[in-house]
């Protein structure tokens, strides 16, 4: 394992990323604060390595900027359509329920739900 690998897997297991979802450029700063030399095309091939190993999840962006996800348990997305904050949902039966409908083997999924969150809500009554 190289050592910017071993540094991506540090940042994930890190507080940095724990129960938060990072963009590329996100991991990328905080990386240069850890590993000055490292290149942007790196942080990139990793994260895309890291995704394809399962060890992190890859959640499409709408707005172009993918996010990264360190728990791969499966779970869903609520995503604030205001300040486009993202929070984990669990869905525990969801899995089995798209097999049993779909008749289909399914592998994984990807559950993004669209709401507008608390604090954005609270700020567009005032």
């Known amino acids: 394992m190289t050592k910017q690998k ?3 897997l540090s940042i994930f297991r ?6 938060k979802h990072r963009t590329a450029d996100e ?3 905080y990386a240069k604060d850890l590993m000055p030399g490292i290149s942007r095309a790196t ?3 990793n994260l895309k390595e ?9 959640i499409s962006g709408d707005d172009g900027a993918d996010l990264y996800d360190s728990d791969t348990a499966l779970h869903g997305h609520l995503i604030c359509s205001v300040c486009k904050g993202v929070r984990d949902v669990g869905a525990p039966r969801l899995f089995e329920d798209l097999k049993r ?3 289909e083997d399914i592998e994984a999924y990807e559950l993004k739900l669209r709401y507008v969150c608390e604090s954005c809500r609270h700020q567009n009554l005032n």
Request: charged share 20%; glycine share 12%.
């Open 6 to 8: 071993a540094l991506m």
């Open 50 to 58: 890291l995704a394809k190993e399962g060890i992190i999840r890859r």
């Open 14 to 19: 890190s507080d940095f990323c724990h129960g």
């Open 43 to 45: 942080v990139y091939n």
């Open 101 to 103: 409908i779909s008749g």
């Open 27 to 29: 991991i990328l700063a």
